[in-house]
């Protein structure tokens, strides 16, 4: 990647990470979330992690964002105005003067800006990666799709109706009405978020 | 180096019009097509100064679907209703269409041609996981449809936002396993590689299409394609016996005519994918690099040039593609919509365990058998 797209994506990087935090209506935060995390895709698929890159810009804005997108059309958030207490703007100052002091350091001690080496660029390939995963990692990989599998599980235990209604919902679940309440439709979506979360899983299977 | 950006741009430019050029003229044929099976005239009207009937030409409707509606949508008001969120209102439209058009960017529409000592690779991008690209680009469609309905400020029209991301990030699962279950078969990310695996025959007479190897997968990515180009049989987004429009309700002029393009890319994309992964993309039935080798007893072998090799394979490519963008329109006025519960049951509980077993023989076979594509 040349440094010109570099500096210009971490600008845009930068800039929509400002947008999530400084805007007031919730829509408009997460579309510059899904711009940031999009921006940070591009950047892996230009620095040679090709795979990671398109698999985030997969799950998180094309799945995730748009869940979160439900989740605030469901709750009905709405637009804030300036709020907070005393304390909290204390601790979010001190936060931020660690942040700052850190990335201080960060930059007083990077002499230049250095170039991805030749071996860092072939190791994101798709190839690399799914041996990495099947040979060294195998065991840890092996744990996480468990822990995954076990996460599905139980958000559709959560969304399942009780047992008692099941009948009488079941008759009238056919309804269009009734298949758009919307607490029923933050339920399936619910559970449609964990299933998405499991196609790396099958991706790199 | 400016030659190789020259060629570049000339191949996406070339291939965003003609993929705009085919929305297009599907656009037509949707409408004299539905006129036909319905057995009406459809439109007819209009004509660039009654040249065609002074021939005696039948009105076959071009001028209205091509010229007059385009002319009438790009020069009506562009309505924004009160209280809606003029930026995302705007931006809504062009989030839609600009995924789709990108792409086609690795859409390989022929092998290589040779053109003054420079062998022109017939792919506007070369990219290694073109096959995680385009689910990737898929996926971002979602926020046209999603911030559209959210945007303008109208019931319908949010209803109709949140059904269609609703039922694309559903149906995505089973377009993902179909393109799995292809990639394992083929053992590559690749298009022009798996464009190319596809040449050759089988038993001395068979094209090596991907149909005979993956029918089950062929069928998935088909229905989940066509579902996540919102048509009928589901269409529900747009329902407009319940949604009057769904997400683009509040729309006029040229900004809905931009959300109709989208519709008809997408039909495009559908059918380009279904034909690169399962008809061989542009593989002409016994044509090779140096020309036909017909089957037979004798095996007649006719010698071609590069460039009729290529010319030849293009061809092929978009008839293929034609055809099915015709598919797809047919079977809009051929099935009732589904219900929305009966949608979600139908990707969720009948495409996704059918694209998991499917996924799970393909890789079996593959690694326990060792086949090789």
């Known amino acids: 990647m040349s440094l010109g797209l570099f500096f210009f994506l971490a600008v845009l990087a930068a800039l929509s990470a400002l947008g999530v935090i400084a805007q007031r209506n919730p829509v408009h935060c997460l579309l510059a979330l899904a711009v940031n995390l999009l921006d940070i895709g591009v950047m892996f698929v230009g620095l040679g992690a090709v795979t990671v890159g398109f698999l985030q810009i997969i799950i998180y804005v094309g799945a995730i964002m748009v869940l979160f997108l439900f989740v605030i059309w469901l709750l009905n958030l709405q637009a804030e105005g300036f709020s907070g207490y005393l304390g909290l703007k204390l601790f979010g100052a001190i936060g931020a003067a660690a942040l700052a002091a850190e990335f201080a350091t960060l930059f007083l001690h990077t002499s230049r800006i250095s170039t991805p080496g030749a071996s860092a660029l072939t190791q994101g390939t798709i190839t690399t990666l799914g041996r990495h995963l099947f040979s060294d990692y195998l065991v840890a990989f092996e744990i996480t799709s468990l822990l995954l599998l076990a996460a599905v599980v139980g958000a559709i235990g959560l969304a399942r109706r009780p047992p008692l209604s099941a009948g009488l919902s079941a008759a009238a679940g056919s309804d269009l009405a009734t298949a758009e309440s919307p607490r029923q439709m933050s339920r399936s979506m619910s559970v449609s978020a964990e299933q998405q979360t499991t196609t790396p899983r099958a991706g790199s299977a | ?373």
């Open chain 2, 1 to 373: 180096m400016l030659i190789e950006l020259v060629i570049g741009a000339i191949k996406a430019i070339v291939i965003v019009l003609l993929v705009l050029g085919l929305s297009g003229v599907l656009l037509w044929f949707e409408r004299k097509g539905a006129a036909l099976i319905q057995d009406r005239i459809g439109a007819n009207r209009a004509a660039v100064f009654g040249w065609g009937r002074r021939l005696g030409l039948p009105n076959l409707g071009l001028v209205n679907t091509l010229l007059a509606d385009p002319l009438k949508l790009f020069t009506k008001e562009d309505f924004v209703p009160d209280g809606a969120d003029h930026f995302l209102h705007g931006l809504a439209p062009f989030l839609a269409l600009f995924p789709i058009l990108i792409a086609f960017a690795v859409v390989p529409v022929g092998d290589t041609l040779r053109v003054a000592q420079r062998n022109v690779n017939l792919q506007a991008a070369h990219v290694d996981v073109a096959a995680l690209y385009l689910l990737a680009v898929i996926g971002i469609g979602v926020y046209g449809l999603a911030l559209g309905g959210w945007a303008s400020n109208n019931r319908w029209s949010l209803l109709g936002g949140i059904r269609a991301s609703a039922q694309m990030i559903s149906y995505e699962l089973a377009l993902g396993l179909a393109f799995l279950a292809v990639v394992v078969t083929y053992g590559t990310l690749d298009l022009q590689e798996i464009c190319r695996l596809q040449g050759g025959v089988w038993f001395g007479w068979l094209p090596r299409w991907g149909i005979l190897v993956q029918p089950v997968s062929f069928l998935l990515l088909l229905t989940a394609g066509m579902a996540e180009s919102k048509r009928v049989p589901f269409d529900v987004p747009e329902a407009e016996s319940e949604l009057v429009a769904g997400y683009f309700t509040e729309y006029s002029g040229g900004k809905q005519a931009v959300f109709m393009i989208t519709d008809f890319a997408e039909v495009v994309l559908v059918a380009v994918l279904v034909t690169l992964f399962f008809f061989g993309g542009w593989q002409v039935p016994w044509l090779y690099a140096d020309g036909f080798h017909f089957p037979g007893p004798h095996g007649v072998f006719l010698p071609l040039p590069n460039y009729v090799v290529a010319i030849l394979q293009i061809v092929a490519f978009w008839l293929k593609t034609v055809f099915f963008c015709c598919f797809q329109i047919l079977v809009r006025w051929t099935l009732p919509r589904f219900r929305y519960d009966q949608l979600m049951q139908f990707g969720w509980k009948g495409l996704l365990p059918v694209g998991v077993l499917n996924l799970i023989l393909t890789a079996f076979v593959v690694v326990i058998a060792g086949a090789h594509y």
